[in-house]
């Protein structure tokens, strides 16, 4: 029988490669075939925050899952109804796993597919709560419903040069890109972006490539914010004892900005003196108080309806002391939830190939492998101004 192994989280600060089984074209719940599938031989495969909230011990991650929602690979083997993806493609997954038939992935949310997780709307593989999908932090991984799902480069001798970018159409540069857009970023807007890990340095990027004049990238880490200066962004660090609309008008000559992202989520913490102390509530709060009357409010930063660790028992259960009534009065507009990561990733792609971002070096790729990963999770935990990318086949080394 063939071999496979991945990334298993075994309990809060520890994940494991283990030997998992080979994937099946066979759905054991309902027991049967799904021939609509495809097994991938991962070509690359990314640590995400997302993941580093369950390996942290702060959602009900169960111990064993197999993380992993940010895939790309070539296509091993396909099921009898498969059309259009063929052996031997590169293609990117998006970490939504839709069905293509439901209400909502007809009207483009495939983010919140309604027949792909029994539990509630919306899947995604190798994530708690989001179906059972096992994860892609592995050498081969299962895809469902792959005509729909998958996304095909054209070219896979240019697909594998650029491999270091086209990496994070999965999940990091959509989600950013759909965090500026839902914020109505465009050109001459000033913009202002909470969180400068890979997801805030991706929505950074994606600013800049919307037409934004100026990109204000605020964090607590250092090196982070050094990183989001490399390619153009204006750091504003959280630490010093000033509010954060002082800190704006520091650098831009008003107290606010046109819109605002929050790429940090319910981990989020107070800034300044408090900046050691979670506040969960801080982020959507600042980015209320400093975004323009009129002004959006994109939020892909992660809010988890059970949070063990939380700093209270409203926490707890996602309920945060939001300061909505100053978000109405300055009739601002919000929008919450996973990117539908098809709706852009086409788009990015063709960014990605004809040299129009170089979103790898915005978000500073660095390439591991497979073994490598716990010390992946641990460096990144740690705050490392990186965005790991694991080559568990050693085909990007190759």
Not at 62 to 85: C, K, N, Q, S
Not at 99 to 108: A, F, L, P, S, T
Not at 188 to 200: E, K, L, Q, S, T
Not at 217 to 225: A, F
Request: hydrophobic fraction near 40%.
């Amino acid at each position: 029988m063939a071999s496979n192994r991945g990334v298993a989280y075994i309990k809060p600060g520890v994940v494991e490669v283990q030997s998992i089984d080979f994937p099946k074209l066979y759905d054991p719940a309902l027991k049967r075939k799904i021939e609509h599938g495809v097994i991938l031989k991962i070509i690359s495969t990314n640590i995400c925050g997302s993941d580093q909230h369950m390996v942290r011990g702060r959602t009900t991650a169960p111990a064993g899952l197999v993380l992993g929602h940010e895939i790309t690979g070539e296509v091993l083997e396909t099921g009898r109804d498969v059309m259009f993806i063929k052996k031997g493609d590169i293609v990117s997954v998006p970490f939504n796993i839709a069905c293509g038939r439901c209400r909502n992935c007809n009207e483009g949310k495939t983010g919140i597919c309604q027949n792909v997780n029994p539990a509630r709307a919306g899947a995604a593989y190798g994530y708690v709560d989001m179906g059972g999908w096992v994860g892609g932090q592995a050498e081969y991984v299962l895809v469902p419903y792959a005509d729909f799902n998958l996304l095909k480069f054209p070219d896979k001798d240019q697909a594998m040069a650029k491999i270091k970018d086209l990496t994070l159409l999965s999940d990091i540069f959509p989600t950013g890109y759909h965090g500026a857009v839902t914020a109505g970023v465009g050109p001459g807007m000033v913009a202002y972006v909470a969180g400068a890990g890979p997801v805030g340095l991706a929505c950074a990027a994606s600013c800049h490539l919307l037409g934004a004049a100026a990109v204000l990238v605020g964090d607590l880490n250092k090196d982070r914010l050094k990183q989001a200066k490399s390619f153009g962004c204006v750091p504003i660090d959280l630490t010093k004892n000033a509010t954060l609309a002082e800190l704006i008008e520091q650098e831009v000559g008003v107290p606010e900005v046109d819109c605002s992202i929050d790429c940090v989520g319910f981990e989020a913490h107070g800034t300044g003196k408090n900046s050691s102390v979670e506040r969960p509530a801080t982020v959507l709060n600042q980015i209320m108080e400093v975004t323009r009357a009129g002004g959006a409010l994109g939020i892909p930063g992660l809010y988890v309806t059970g949070d063990p660790g939380a700093v209270d028992d409203n926490a707890k259960i996602g309920m945060l002391g939001i300061r909505i009534g100053l978000g109405w009065a300055k009739s601002h507009c919000l929008t919450t939830g996973q990117c539908p990561v098809k709706k852009y990733n086409r788009q990015l792609m063709m960014c990605i190939l004809h040299d129009k971002i170089k979103i790898a070096k915005a978000v500073n790729v660095q390439t591991i492998s497979l073994d490598q990963a716990p010390k992946g999770y641990k460096d990144f935990d740690k705050g490392a101004a990186k965005k790991y990318v694991i080559d568990p086949n050693g085909m990007i080394a190759a």
